[in-house]
Each structure stands twice: as structure tokens, then as C-alpha cells.
């Protein structure tokens, strides 16, 4: 009975509880809930991405309407893979949320936050689970709506702008992939992704095909925070609260990508890709993305801006794996959507813990704090080293098979350019360990660790950051999979 | 000549889409900036509502004597979409009342003057 409807619970339980949240009274009830279901959402996750990790694909019809006519939920072990990294994040983040949100959010608007953060989760899961284009934009703006608003609830005002920004941006992003979606339906009749797939390569020379993925390339690249359209990432993350920080960095770029990856090489299919520029686009924006954004970083005064820019920078190497268009590429990608949303969920995790502490995290405030909190600034270290990708993390297995498929097309200059990112990755990590544990604080007043609601978090993200730079079993034989399906993805 | 006003609902649809694009990137009131954005989301619903259309059908109700109907799937699904922009509107709008009342403006130079960035 749960194994059929499997899928469709993962969609329908946050939704439900969502407005059973809202209505709870104020104080840490809301959070229990909103912990018990992302628990529940994860086992489920873990349990759906038992069923297909062996390449079979669960095909879930809505309302018993056969596809392509009814909405179709299709898990494989793409999506599961990506529905396990979001409900995992969302297990993980929530304890960590109790405390750093009852510290950063009013009380009277818990209830509330919780139940946006559920939403957020919900739109997060449906998109990574739907089979059906349209039900994808539905999900998008559910996710996207919810992650303005918990974004507004930062403590500073400029919170508010970061979030106007970003529904301005983000919904200009939407429209354009809702244009996408509308011309090739007119192309081919159909919203459902398979049947899309089958039907598309015949319209393949027509100008409407082209145009509608333009739109969508674009519209998806704005949601992934692709290069030059990452002008509202660093203001999201740096004024979201903490918890949303985390949440978010961990996640919604990882499904934005997701969808890229859905879109380009299952609906558009690789042959598309191979008679248009796309590849080589993705390449550039990806070069340009990693080497801009990592100068960037290394600029910042505030350490979650810091961390931001460098998100920028990763998704960077993401689309470079994406841009190679090999098999080789794509594992790298899946790989590094993974351990990057393990490596910066630590990071915003520590850097989160001190401005639970100290109230800010501008860099000039952080001095000294490391040996005051010796295992959050542990924790930031050891993330930083993976960030950075020295072996023995899970860092150093997404660089080494990006290397990989660059040595494989002997593009020497992108293995450099990805070498030379995490030289940059170095100077920024660095001046933040420099700040925190070198340089003496200007004012001598002690300051405790870090409370073991949230130290508890961040070191399971550390743990499983050093674990899966080990143990590559279960990432690599996941992303290989996973990849497989993508390319040959007609039967 | 055909060509021309044959499509006359597309270039409405492209005029609008334009119209709304540059309102949201040129103009400065955050105000202004969510009505452009409401006008680029209308011509969306207007481009989907045109797909449906199909030359000499009718209302896509079952009655006798009709054998040709329009596809109604583009009119639900944008109903769908006038949902989500009715919805992003009404967020934005109250951004921007919280804008207002932590700024005292809605002026977006005036925002980044008081937040000296930029």
C-alpha cells in the first residue's frame, strides 16, 4: 500500500502538514512537526531510491490517468538521487534550525516560518519527482514562493530587498521557462517529459524548437544561479537566516540544476545538444562562472557572502561537467551536486553557529572567534578543505572526475582552469581561518561554544563529508547510474 | 500582408512581453517594477490561450452538430499560471509595504544610498 503510492506520499505529506503548522501555537511545537515529517520524507526517500537504484523506474499515474495524458510521477535513479539529497538536508538542517531560529526569527511568526519551510521542501520534492513539464513550473513557483518569503525573514532590513530581488529575477526566470514550455507543446502536443522525448527529435530543425529552449535555458539558468545571472544569489544567502541559508545553498541550486540536466539531455535529448552551441555554452559560462565569482569571493568582508560567491563558483564546475557533454562530464556534475550540497551545508552550518553566538558575520567581527569555538571553527575547517578538494573529502572525488573528463577530451586549459578554482578556494578559506584563529579579538570577552543542538548537525555533515571522500560507493555507482539514464534515455 | 495580420495576436503578444520586460528592468519604483512584471506574465497567458486556438472550432463543449473544438489543456493550464501570478503579486506587494516600512521609500537608488551599496 505505501510502496505504490511511495512517490506521491513524498509530494502530499509536507502539504498536508504545511497548514496543520501554520495553525499550531507558537513555540517549538511547529518545529516538531516540521522535524517528524522531514524524518518521515527522508526514509521514504531513502527507501524510494532502494527501488530504483538498480536502473527501474517507478511510473506513478495521478488519478489512475494513463500518461501522456494524465501528470505521471517517473522516478529513476536521477531523481531519486536528488529527492534523497533534499529530503536529506531537510532531516539534517531541522534540528540545527530549532535553536538558530528561535534566535533570529520573532516569536510570534514560527509557526508561520515552519510552515513556508514545508512548502519550500514540498516544491523542492515535487520537482525533482514529477514527470510532467507543466507540473515542473507548478512545483518551481511553490518552491520558489516559499523560499522568497523565508528569505525575507532575515533580521536586517536589507533582507526585504534581498528578497524582492530575487521574486523579481526569479519570476522573470519562471515566465521565461512557462514560455518555453508553452512553444513546445505547441510543437508537439505534449507535456509529458517521455513522450516529449519521443516526439521532439522529428521537430528538431524547427525555429520554434530552438527558441523554446533558449527560454528555458535561460529561464532554468536563472534559477541555478548559472553566470551572469547569479545577481541574486550573494544577497539571498548572506540575508536569509541561518537555517534558511543552509537549507537553500544545500538544495535549491542542486534542484535548479537538476532540472537542467532533466531538461537539456532527457526532453531535449544529447543529439540536440550536439547540433547546437549548447555544450560549449555551458562550457564558457561554467570557465567564466568559476574564475569570476571565485575572484569575487576571495573580495568579501562578510563570511556568508564569502560562502555565496563561492556557491557561485561551484555551480560553476557543475556546468563545466554538464558542458564536456560525455559521460564521464555528467558523473562529475551529479557527483559534485551532491558532495557540494554536503560541503557547503557544513560550512553555512558553521558559520551560522557564530552568528548564533556573536550576532554577525562580518569577517572584521569574526577575530579570534576560532579558538573560542574550537569545534565549530574544526568544522569549518575540515568543510573548507573539502570545498577546496584535498583528498581524503568529498571534494577531491568531484574534482578528480571533472580532471577526469577533461583529460578524457584533452582540454588541458579547463583541467587548469579547475585546478586554478581551487587555488582561489584556498585564498578565500583561508582568510577565513586566518581571521578566526590567528588574529587576536579586538575586545577580550569570552564567548562559548556553540550549543550541541547545532554542533551535533554540522559535524554529521563533516562526518559524511569525509566519508563519502572514501567510501565512493554509493556517489559514484549513483551518478553513473544516474547518467546512464539521462543518455539513453529513449528505450 | 497576410502575414502581418494573420498573426496579429502574436505580435500583441510580443509588443506586451516587451512592454513589461523593459518596465521591470528600467524603472526604479518597486511598485512599477511588479506591474511590469504583471504585464510580461499576461502576455504568457495571451501566447498559451492563442496555441489553443484551432481554425474554425468551436467552444470546446460537447453538443451536436459541432464536430471541430478549440484545445481547451492551454486554458486550464494557464489558469494555473494566473494562480502563481496572482500569487507572486500579492508577495511582492507585500515586500514591498515591508519595504516601505523599514526604508521609508520605495525609490530603489534611495534603498541602495541608505544601504550604501552599490
Known sequence: MIETHLSLLLVVIPLLAAPVTAILPNGRLPWLLTLLVSWLCFALAIWQFMMVMDGSVISYELGGWAPPWGIEYRIDTVNAFVALIVAGMAAITLPYAMLSVEKEIPRDKLSLFYATFLLCIDGLLGITLTGDIFNLFVFLEISSLSTYTLISMGQKRRALTAAYQYLIMGTIGATFLLIGIGLIYAETGTLNMMDLSARLPAVFGHRTVHTAFAFIVVGVGLKLAMFPLHLWLPNAYTYAPSAVTVFLAATATKVAIYVMLRLVFTVFTIEFVYVTPTDSMFMLLGVLGVIVASVYAIYQQDAKRVLAYSSVAQVGYILMGMGFASAMGLTASVIHMFNHALMKGALFMAVGAMVYRIGSSQISQLKGLGRQMPWTFAALVIAGLSLIGVPGTAGFISKWYLVLAAIEQQAWFIAIVILGGSLMAVIYIWKLVETLFFQTATEDISIKEAPLSLLVPTWILVIANIYFGINTELTVNAAEAAVNILENVRQ | ?118
Open chain 2, 1 to 118: 500582408m497576410e502575414y502581418l495580420h494573420g498573426h496579429y495576436n502574436y505580435w500583441i503578444v510580443i509588443l506586451l512581453m516587451m512592454v513589461g520586460f523593459y518596465t521591470v528592468i528600467s524603472r526604479g519604483n518597486l511598485i512599477k517594477k511588479i506591474a511590469g512584471l504583471n504585464i510580461f506574465q499576461t502576455s504568457v497567458f495571451f501566447l498559451y490561450i492563442s496555441i489553443g486556438n484551432v481554425t474554425g472550432g468551436t467552444t470546446p463543449i460537447v453538443a451536436d452538430g459541432f464536430e471541430q473544438y478549440s484545445n481547451p489543456l492551454p486554458h486550464v493550464l494557464i489558469l494555473t499560471a494566473i494562480v502563481v501570478g496572482v500569487a507572486t503579486t500579492a508577495l511582492g506587494l507585500a515586500l514591498v509595504v515591508r519595504i516601505k516600512e523599514a526604508y521609508g521609500t520605495i525609490e530603489e537608488e534611495e534603498i541602495h544610498n541608505q544601504d550604501e551599496s552599490l
